[in-house]
């Protein structure tokens, strides 16, 4: 499975973006999806994640409340209320059958990552 995440850019504080989640050559339908950041400097961070069989969503604190995860052939992360320490290159990642993905933090797949900047 070949990840890749998609539409990053340079948004100002409060504004929106939203990522997308896609695998070449295959749907990912089956799989847990997690998406991860980092920011230059520090470690990668759990952004939040999707499950595998009921779609159901889980957060980070620093997230919870402005960030959506949804299935849509497709994974989406919908960005609200950006902050500037929001700014990092975003990864999704793919475990297949992944039912309970709140604690995992190990993926079988990664994808590229995708740039947000959130500046004025």
């Known amino acids: 499975v070949q990840l890749q995440a998609s539409g990053g850019g340079l948004v100002q504080p409060g504004g929106s973006l939203r990522l997308s989640c896609d695998a070449s050559?295959?749907?990912?339908?089956?799989?847990?999806i997690g998406w991860f950041r980092q920011a230059p400097g520090k470690e990668r961070e759990w952004v939040g994640c999707?499950?595998?069989?009921?779609d159901k969503t889980y957060y980070g604190d620093s997230v919870k409340g402005r960030f959506t995860i949804s299935r849509a052939n497709m994974v989406h992360l919908q960005m609200n209320s950006l902050k500037p320490e929001d700014t990092a290159i975003y990864y999704c990642?793919?475990?297949?059958?992944?039912?309970?993905?709140?604690?995992?933090?190990?993926?079988?797949?990664w994808g590229q990552g995708t740039q947000v900047t959130v500046s004025s």
């Open positions: 990642a793919a475990e297949d059958r992944l039912a309970r993905c709140r604690a995992r933090r190990q993926y079988e797949y």
């Open positions: 050559g295959s749907g990912l339908d089956s799989y847990g």
């Open positions: 999707i499950n595998s069989d009921d």
